[in-house]
């Protein structure tokens, strides 16, 4: 028995040294928190305080050593996020991860943002490239200070490769793919499908705004859009078969899930209060809602370093950066506090190119007859044959798709233009009251955002963030359309005289949350490029004008509102059909939609079951439109993430026969099959009705991006907890499984002391550091973390290296 005992202690001996040298990898890209380093870079020493959860305090003497510092940070805790970020961007993913992100890089290279970042690079001031230069030193020297490589490249088998000054470009364009339709634009060409599918009037019917949810801070609602009677459009003339014509209706059905799975929605809330209701200075939240992963998007930071234009003023930061980029993101700098908010304006558009039917390499201008380029683009592969990817160029943008008739279509993108991305962002960092802040607006190159700013003084004010708002003429911007006749298409951009603004208005409120924010001419600046149907600000309005007096807590209380007011009238129209039906399945929901807390519980069942059922009502009613439209193009998903909203509501109030899918013999037939499919859907779901709650569908789903290559036991190790979590879409409290509110801060300028900062899952990516993952219960349960960072633990001291 000798032999088999040796051997199981061999094997056993064998384990623990493969987990101790993994454990002592592991340990060795956890960053240095204490002592003093001697750096290349930097003018003069720097100390950095951390907190118990990570949060640095950086103390530094110039804006130029403060940015290195930051570096520093990031490159020692963040180097693989914004690695991903920059080969997100540049199409580059591959080269690190394998055939799995192919795809991906092929739809991104072909904007070719690296070529155009060295160009971006080259325009900028001197003063910004020589930032961008030491934060790159500063980046590289936490990187290199490490022990051993972050551990994501011990798992890929991949050195990291050094950060560029360029790369910094990258981390924005990566942020203009992810809040501009991932560069695609597919939302406009699939208008023009339902539009060749059925008539305009019905198409714009479908299509449609609900006045009753829309909340605007200019304006009033839209007006109601009519519904085209028979003679318009009518199913009943049309042969069934010919409604489909092969094509299922459960495929029309998932063109339309496809907008919105249930899973998944906008939304980023930012609202603000004056001074008159605060007793004090102004008052900002902002709650950005964005895809959630292990490390968090943001890193949060306090900074203080001499004002440049004051020596004798201590410019004190406090919010969240963007591991990549030298500059406070969202914050305070205790004279002004700022968030953002996406405006899902129009920022790209569809051109139709002629070519020359003589030479397929001329395409038609309206200054005569140009030549495409055309790029030989290689992307790396690891561990596979490089691809080519052929892009061809005009002069409004690459080909990147073809037109219902199948005319090649070129992407006209704000983010292709040089004008769209500097480092002006700074500037609010060094801005004393909220006009100083909108004046800077819309000279702030980034993808245009919903700027909402709060001052010390009371004062609050809301204007677009961006530098490069088109100015379009001779066109309707929702389809593609001839940019070769003369005086058609971009004509320029805005001036900062064009571009709204909005200060201290009457009620002393603002808010936005993705909506419409304007109407008239300054609607037809921004266009729109799908809006937020507002029913989740009309509600946040609605809590800011329930109360008179704010505090930290109260914005809070607003960002964490989960009550189900959208739905309220979806769940009496659910009772309504219970009440009319015998099956004994559908009878077993009606007390569950009965106590159904009129909120999105993580405990109730009842929300589960109405929100299902609105949704399934939505994808049958409009199911034969999508369904024609796929007709036209095999890939058209619904164009707007509201599902038809309006229309369906309309449709099921006023129950038009002529617009009933020919499958159900009656409007009510529908709604009951509705609550059929969700009966069906949680019957398949193991356990009893009871057990199925909305917490249980939307459980937490906060994840390192490499955890999927991690055996379960592992994989824990660097994901959060996969818990219930409350919250949806259409209401203030935006969360889903891998999506919802990035952070929530709530700060007024001067008064950083009370201000609240929560953030998911943590600073840190390295589970073996001491602050891994720290502050995520607070945000789970939504308790009121500072903004500020706590007592001293870790202190460590960059000083120049002789």
């Known amino acids: 028995m000798r032999w088999p005992i ?82 997100n961007a540049a199409g580059e ?66 050195t990291p ?134 490390p968090n998007l943001w890193y949060r930071a306090s900074m203080r370093y001499p004002d440049p234009a004051d020596p004798s003023r201590v410019l004190a930061l406090n919010g969240v950066t963007l591991p990549g980029v030298p500059a406070l993101v969202i914050g305070s700098n205790g004279s002004i506090a700022w968030g953002f908010t996406n405006t899902e304006g129009d920022w ?47 002069i409004w943008g690459p080909i990147m798709g073809k037109d219902v008739d199948g005319t090649p279509l070129a992407l006209a993108w704000i983010a292709q233009s040089p004008l769209a991305l500097n480092l002006n962002l700074l500037k609010l960092e060094t801005a004393r009251s909220v006009r100083d802040a909108l004046a800077w607006a819309p000279a702030i190159g980034i993808p245009p955002q919903n700027l909402l700013v709060a001052d010390a003084k009371g004062h609050v004010g809301w204007r677009v963030a961006g530098s490069a708002i088109p100015l379009r003429a001779g066109f309707d911007p929702a389809a593609p359309a001839d940019w070769s006749r003369a005086g058609t298409g971009w004509i320029g951009y805005a001036s900062d005289a064009q571009i709204p603004v909005i200060l201290d208005p009457p009620g002393d409120r603002l808010w936005t949350a993705n909506q419409r924010i304007v109407d008239g001419s300054d609607l037809d600046l921004l266009g729109n490029g799908g809006y937020d149907q507002g029913a989740r600000a009309q509600q946040i309005r609605d809590d800011l004008a329930a109360r008179s007096h704010f505090g930290p807590s109260d914005m809070l209380a607003i960002q964490l509102d989960d009550r189900a007011l959208f739905l309220a009238r979806w769940q009496k129209l659910l009772l309504d059909v219970l009440a009319n039906t015998r099956d004994p399945e559908l009878l077993a929901l009606k007390p569950y939609v009965e106590q159904w807390q009129a909120r999105a519980a993580a405990d109730s069942v009842g929300y589960r079951i109405v929100r299902r059922f609105h949704d399934q009502v939505c994808s049958d009613a409009l199911a034969t439109f999508a369904t024609l439209a796929k007709r036209k193009a095999a890939d058209f998903e619904w164009p707007s993430s509201d599902k038809g909203e309006y229309a369906v509501w309309t449709m099921v109030s006023r129950r038009p026969a002529w617009l009933l899918d020919p499958h159900y013999p009656s409007w009510d037939a529908l709604l ?26 939307n459980r937490a789903k906060i994840d390192h991006p490499l955890s ?51 953030m998911p899952s943590g600073q840190a990516d390295n589970p073996l550091t001491p602050w891994f993952g720290a ?9 009121a973390a500072p903004l500020l960072p706590g007592p001293a633990k870790y202190r460590m001291t960059l000083v120049p290296a002789r």
């Open 6 to 87: 040796r051997i199981v202690v061999a094997l056993l001996l064998a384990v623990i040294f493969v987990v101790a040298i993994a454990w002592a990898l592991l340990a060795g890209s956890v960053p240095a928190r204490e002592g003093t380093l001697a750096l290349r870079g930097l003018s003069a020493p720097v100390t950095i305080v951390r907190d118990a959860r990570g949060s640095p305090a950086i103390t530094a003497g110039s804006r130029s050593d403060l940015a290195y510092a930051l570096g520093f940070l990031h490159g020692q805790e963040r180097f693989f996020q914004m690695d991903l970020l920059r080969r």
């Open 93 to 158: 993913l591959s080269e690190l991860v394998g055939g799995a992100a192919l795809k991906v890089d092929e739809r991104h290279r072909m904007h070719r943002f690296r070529a155009l970042a060295r160009v971006e690079l080259s325009k900028l001031p001197a003063s910004e490239h020589e930032l961008l230069d030491v934060y790159t030193q500063g980046v590289n020297a936490g990187l290199h200070s490490l022990r051993a490589r972050p551990w994501e490249y011990l798992l890929l088998r991949a």
């Open 161 to 294: 490769e050094d950060w560029r000054s360029e790369d910094c470009i990258l981390a924005i364009d990566s942020m203009f793919l992810d809040l501009n339709q991932d560069g695609e634009n597919e939302r406009e060409l699939n208008i023009g499908r339902l539009r060749a599918a059925v008539p305009r009037a019905l198409a714009d019917f479908l299509l449609a705004p609900d006045p009753v949810w829309e909340a605007p801070l200019q304006g009033d609602a839209d007006a109601p859009v009519a519904m085209p009677d028979a003679a318009v459009f009518d199913l009943r003339r049309r042969d069934p078969s010919d409604a489909v014509s092969g094509l299922s209706t459960e495929q029309g059905v998932a063109a339309i899930d496809a907008a919105q799975p249930a899973d998944s929605g906008i939304g980023s809330n930012s609202f603000a209060v004056a001074g008159a209701l605060t007793g004090g200075g102004a008052l900002l939240a902002n709650d950005p809602h964005l895809a959630l992963r292990v």
């Open 348 to 394: 790209m558009d569809w051109v139709r190119v002629q070519r020359d039917p003589k030479d397929a390499r001329r395409y038609k201008t309206a200054n005569g007859w140009a030549t495409i380029e055309r790029h030989d683009e290689v992307i790396h592969v690891h561990g596979a044959p490089d691809r080519h990817l052929l892009v061809e160029d005009t």
């Open 672 to 697: 009951e099959h509705g609550a059929a499919q969700v009966a069906e859907e949680l019957a398949k779901t193991p356990g009893p009705l009871a057990s199925k709650t909305w917490g249980a569908f």
């Open 708 to 758: 999927v290559a991690l055996p379960g036991f592992l994989a824990r190790f660097v994901d959060m907890p996969h818990a219930p979590q409350p919250g949806d879409r259409d209401l203030p409290r935006v969360l889903h499984p891998a999506m919802g509110a990035s952070l929530r801060l709530a700060v007024t300028p001067g008064d950083e002391a009370h201000g609240i900062l929560e």
């Open 775 to 783: 502050g995520h219960e607070d945000w789970m349960r939504g308790a």
